[in-house]
Protein backbone atom coordinates (compact mmCIF):
# COMPACT_ATOMS: atom_id res chain seq x y z
CA UNK A 1 0.00 0.00 0.00
CA UNK A 2 0.82 3.46 -0.07
CA UNK A 3 3.40 4.94 2.53
CA UNK A 4 3.97 9.16 2.66
CA UNK A 5 6.61 9.87 4.64
CA UNK A 6 6.96 13.94 5.55
CA UNK A 7 9.72 16.12 6.56
CA UNK A 8 10.70 17.74 8.77
CA UNK A 9 8.35 17.46 11.77
CA UNK A 10 9.12 20.39 13.46
CA UNK A 11 9.77 23.49 11.71
CA UNK A 12 10.36 27.07 13.53
CA UNK A 13 10.33 30.32 11.04
CA UNK A 14 11.08 33.81 11.91
CA UNK A 15 7.36 35.65 10.76
CA UNK A 16 8.36 37.12 7.44
CA UNK A 17 10.33 34.22 6.16
CA UNK A 18 9.29 31.35 4.17
CA UNK A 19 8.39 27.88 5.37
CA UNK A 20 8.90 24.37 3.39
CA UNK A 21 7.65 21.11 4.19
CA UNK A 22 8.41 17.81 1.78
CA UNK A 23 6.54 14.50 1.33
CA UNK A 24 7.15 11.28 -0.64
CA UNK A 25 5.35 8.77 -1.72
CA UNK A 26 5.91 5.35 -2.71
CA UNK A 27 2.53 4.72 -4.43
CA UNK A 28 3.53 5.56 -8.67
CA UNK A 29 -0.58 5.40 -9.37
CA UNK A 30 -1.29 7.98 -6.36
CA UNK A 31 -2.20 11.27 -8.15
CA UNK A 32 -4.45 13.55 -5.72
CA UNK A 33 -2.66 15.22 -3.39
CA UNK A 34 -3.58 17.65 -0.60
CA UNK A 35 -2.53 19.58 2.18
CA UNK A 36 -4.08 19.91 5.61
CA UNK A 37 -3.80 22.49 8.62
CA UNK A 38 -4.92 21.77 11.82
CA UNK A 39 -5.07 24.08 14.59
CA UNK A 40 -5.05 23.41 17.93
CA UNK A 41 -8.52 22.16 18.69
CA UNK A 42 -9.96 21.64 15.33
CA UNK A 43 -9.89 19.34 12.75
CA UNK A 44 -7.53 19.50 9.83
CA UNK A 45 -8.65 21.70 7.29
CA UNK A 46 -7.71 21.59 3.59
CA UNK A 47 -5.39 24.43 2.00
CA UNK A 48 -4.53 23.51 -1.01
CA UNK A 49 -4.16 20.54 -3.19
CA UNK A 50 -2.42 19.15 -6.29
CA UNK A 51 -3.39 16.68 -8.75
CA UNK A 52 -0.94 15.04 -10.55
CA UNK A 53 -1.54 16.40 -14.25
CA UNK A 54 -0.14 19.63 -12.81
CA UNK A 55 3.46 20.18 -11.83
CA UNK A 56 2.79 23.17 -9.34
CA UNK A 57 0.02 25.44 -7.88
CA UNK A 58 -0.39 28.51 -5.92
CA UNK A 59 -3.41 30.42 -4.27
CA UNK A 60 -1.67 33.57 -2.49
CA UNK A 61 0.94 32.78 -0.22
CA UNK A 62 1.17 29.08 0.09
CA UNK A 63 2.51 26.68 -3.09
CA UNK A 64 2.50 22.94 -3.94
CA UNK A 65 5.41 21.62 -6.25
CA UNK A 66 4.95 18.30 -7.71
CA UNK A 67 7.62 15.87 -8.58
CA UNK A 68 6.19 12.69 -10.08
CA UNK A 69 9.07 11.01 -11.56
CA UNK A 70 11.23 11.09 -8.37
CA UNK A 71 7.71 11.11 -6.63
CA UNK A 72 7.53 13.80 -4.19
CA UNK A 73 5.81 17.03 -3.76
CA UNK A 74 6.08 20.02 -1.01
CA UNK A 75 4.19 22.62 0.65
CA UNK A 76 5.34 26.42 0.29
CA UNK A 77 4.24 29.07 2.42
CA UNK A 78 6.01 32.18 2.07
CA UNK A 79 5.65 35.60 4.13
CA UNK A 80 4.98 33.49 6.80
CA UNK A 81 2.65 34.95 9.69
CA UNK A 82 1.70 34.31 13.47
CA UNK A 83 -1.43 32.88 11.96
CA UNK A 84 0.80 30.59 10.10
CA UNK A 85 1.86 28.17 13.23
CA UNK A 86 -0.38 24.93 13.15
CA UNK A 87 0.59 21.31 12.37
CA UNK A 88 0.70 20.67 8.49
CA UNK A 89 -0.31 17.66 7.11
CA UNK A 90 0.63 15.94 3.73
CA UNK A 91 -1.79 12.89 1.84
CA UNK A 92 -1.78 11.24 -1.06
CA UNK A 93 -4.43 8.94 -2.63
CA UNK A 94 -4.75 7.58 -5.99
CA UNK A 95 -8.17 8.32 -8.17
CA UNK A 96 -10.68 10.42 -6.48
CA UNK A 97 -10.69 12.60 -3.80
CA UNK A 98 -12.86 10.87 -1.68
CA UNK A 99 -10.57 7.34 -2.00
CA UNK A 100 -8.46 6.38 1.30
CA UNK A 101 -6.21 9.18 1.85
CA UNK A 102 -2.74 8.31 3.48
CA UNK A 103 -1.02 11.07 5.62
CA UNK A 104 2.27 11.98 6.12
CA UNK A 105 3.30 12.06 9.72
CA UNK A 106 2.58 15.79 9.95
CA UNK A 107 4.86 18.76 10.73
CA UNK A 108 4.79 21.46 13.59
CA UNK A 109 5.48 24.86 12.52
CA UNK A 110 5.96 27.68 14.86
CA UNK A 111 6.68 31.04 13.77
CA UNK A 112 7.54 33.75 15.85
CA UNK A 113 7.32 37.36 15.11
CA UNK B 1 -18.82 27.90 6.40
CA UNK B 2 -20.52 24.70 6.93
CA UNK B 3 -19.12 22.62 9.89
CA UNK B 4 -18.63 18.94 10.18
CA UNK B 5 -20.06 18.11 13.69
CA UNK B 6 -18.42 15.76 16.65
CA UNK B 7 -19.51 14.71 20.20
CA UNK B 8 -18.40 14.60 22.30
CA UNK B 9 -14.98 16.01 22.14
CA UNK B 10 -13.85 13.53 24.32
CA UNK B 11 -14.72 10.36 25.61
CA UNK B 12 -13.55 7.68 28.28
CA UNK B 13 -15.00 4.08 29.00
CA UNK B 14 -13.55 1.26 30.05
CA UNK B 15 -12.01 -1.61 28.16
CA UNK B 16 -14.86 -4.26 27.04
CA UNK B 17 -17.17 -1.30 27.16
CA UNK B 18 -19.34 -0.24 23.48
CA UNK B 19 -18.74 3.57 22.77
CA UNK B 20 -20.70 5.03 19.32
CA UNK B 21 -19.23 8.56 18.34
CA UNK B 22 -21.24 10.78 16.98
CA UNK B 23 -21.08 12.95 13.81
CA UNK B 24 -23.40 15.37 11.74
CA UNK B 25 -21.86 15.95 8.55
CA UNK B 26 -21.83 18.81 6.28
CA UNK B 27 -26.46 19.24 5.49
CA UNK B 28 -25.77 18.04 1.53
CA UNK B 29 -22.83 16.11 1.13
CA UNK B 30 -23.22 12.54 0.42
CA UNK B 31 -19.86 11.20 1.31
CA UNK B 32 -18.75 10.13 5.05
CA UNK B 33 -15.71 8.63 6.36
CA UNK B 34 -13.71 8.08 9.75
CA UNK B 35 -9.96 8.71 10.34
CA UNK B 36 -8.24 7.80 13.57
CA UNK B 37 -4.96 9.29 14.71
CA UNK B 38 -3.33 7.86 17.88
CA UNK B 39 -0.77 9.91 19.98
CA UNK B 40 2.52 9.94 18.14
CA UNK B 41 1.30 8.39 14.80
CA UNK B 42 -0.06 9.47 12.04
CA UNK B 43 -3.86 10.21 10.81
CA UNK B 44 -5.11 6.64 9.34
CA UNK B 45 -7.91 5.99 7.02
CA UNK B 46 -10.74 3.66 8.74
CA UNK B 47 -13.73 3.78 6.49
CA UNK B 48 -15.66 5.60 4.06
CA UNK B 49 -19.58 5.48 3.91
CA UNK B 50 -21.94 5.88 0.56
CA UNK B 51 -25.89 5.13 -0.30
CA UNK B 52 -26.15 3.41 3.28
CA UNK B 53 -23.39 1.04 2.64
CA UNK B 54 -19.72 1.33 3.27
CA UNK B 55 -17.74 1.80 0.04
CA UNK B 56 -14.11 1.28 1.42
CA UNK B 57 -12.26 -0.09 4.61
CA UNK B 58 -9.01 -0.27 6.29
CA UNK B 59 -7.70 -3.91 7.80
CA UNK B 60 -7.83 -1.62 11.28
CA UNK B 61 -11.94 -1.43 10.43
CA UNK B 62 -12.53 -5.19 12.06
CA UNK B 63 -15.77 -6.56 13.17
CA UNK B 64 -15.25 -4.66 15.82
CA UNK B 65 -16.28 -1.82 14.24
CA UNK B 66 -19.50 -0.29 12.57
CA UNK B 67 -20.55 2.88 11.16
CA UNK B 68 -24.36 4.06 10.60
CA UNK B 69 -26.17 6.65 9.56
CA UNK B 70 -29.58 6.21 12.10
CA UNK B 71 -31.32 9.57 10.49
CA UNK B 72 -30.71 12.18 7.54
CA UNK B 73 -28.26 14.07 9.79
CA UNK B 74 -26.29 11.82 11.98
CA UNK B 75 -23.39 9.53 11.01
CA UNK B 76 -22.11 7.15 14.06
CA UNK B 77 -19.64 4.91 14.60
CA UNK B 78 -19.42 2.18 17.15
CA UNK B 79 -16.61 0.26 18.67
CA UNK B 80 -18.63 -3.23 20.43
CA UNK B 81 -15.64 -3.82 22.92
CA UNK B 82 -13.24 -1.89 23.19
CA UNK B 83 -9.84 -2.20 23.98
CA UNK B 84 -6.97 -0.19 25.20
CA UNK B 85 -5.19 0.59 21.84
CA UNK B 86 -8.57 2.19 20.42
CA UNK B 87 -7.46 5.27 22.39
CA UNK B 88 -7.24 7.89 20.00
CA UNK B 89 -8.18 10.71 18.16
CA UNK B 90 -11.44 9.77 16.15
CA UNK B 91 -12.31 12.04 12.89
CA UNK B 92 -14.96 12.24 11.41
CA UNK B 93 -15.30 13.88 7.56
CA UNK B 94 -17.64 14.51 4.80
CA UNK B 95 -17.36 15.76 1.20
CA UNK B 96 -20.17 16.59 -1.61
CA UNK B 97 -18.83 14.25 -4.02
CA UNK B 98 -16.28 11.34 -4.53
CA UNK B 99 -13.86 13.65 -6.07
CA UNK B 100 -14.40 16.71 -3.81
CA UNK B 101 -12.75 17.85 -0.64
CA UNK B 102 -13.06 16.71 2.43
CA UNK B 103 -14.15 18.42 5.68
CA UNK B 104 -13.05 17.41 8.83
CA UNK B 105 -14.35 17.42 12.14
CA UNK B 106 -12.33 18.50 15.00
CA UNK B 107 -12.72 15.04 16.72
CA UNK B 108 -13.40 12.51 19.24
CA UNK B 109 -10.26 11.95 22.10
CA UNK B 110 -11.54 8.61 22.66
CA UNK B 111 -9.60 7.21 26.00
CA UNK B 112 -9.89 3.02 26.63
CA UNK B 113 -8.52 2.92 30.54
Known amino acids: GENVEQHPSTLSVQEGDSAVIKCTYSDSASNYFPWYKQELGKGPQLIID?????GEKKDQRIAVTLNKTAKHFSLHITETQPEDSAVYFC????????????FGGGTRVLVKP | EPEVTQTPSHQVTQMGQEVILRCVPISNHLYFYWYRQILGQKVEFLVS????????KSEIFDDQFSVERPDGSNFTLKIRSTKLEDSAMYFC???????????FGSGTQLSVL
Open chain 1, 50 to 54: IRSNV
Open chain 1, 91 to 102: AATRGAAGNKLT
Open chain 2, 49 to 56: FYNNEISE
Open chain 2, 93 to 103: ASSGGRNEKLF
